[in-house]
């Protein structure tokens, strides 16, 4: 059994800052990926960045190039997500997932690729 459970949601202004984290039990996620999405309200969940405990294969969606970095402690099985110039349109759920057998962005991006996820936690970006 395999739990991920996502903290750092919060409330933050426009230009802001936040870091989520992401903890991974129930199993060695030596050589597997973790990523992040995010769903916000009436919209189709949408991959934001993942990492594999190597650091390869990391990779970001569109909207967050530049702005987010995600990054991991593997002594901590957890997986952060450090998001900084926060705009209203990164309002969010934001969910963990982890292991994806792809090998290339199209693989990390496709949400039917990855195996389990998190609750999620809420990322509120106010203008």
């Known amino acids: 059994q395999v739990q991920l459970v996502e903290s750092g949601g919060d409330l933050v202004q426009a230009g802001g800052s936040l870091r989520l984290s992401c903890a991974a039990s129930?199993?060695?996620?030596?050589?597997?990926?973790m990523g992040w999405f995010r769903q916000a309200p009436g919209k189709e969940r949408e991959f934001v960045a993942s990492?594999?405990?190597?650091?390869?294969?990391?990779y970001y969606g569109v909207s967050v190039t530049g702005r987010f970095r995600i990054s991991r402690d593997n002594a901590k099985n957890t997986v952060y997500l450090q998001m900084n110039s926060l705009k209203p349109e990164d309002t969010a759920v934001y969910y963990c997932?982890?292991?994806?057998?792809?090998?290339?962005?199209?693989?990390?991006?496709?949400?039917?690729?990855?195996?389990?996820w998190g609750q999620g936690t809420q990322v509120t970006v106010s203008s």
């Open positions: 129930g199993r060695t996620f030596s050589s597997d990926a």
């Open positions: 990492i594999r405990w190597s650091g390869r294969n990391i």
């Open positions: 997932a982890a292991d994806n057998a792809g090998a290339n962005y199209v693989d990390f991006v496709a949400e039917e690729r990855w195996e389990y």
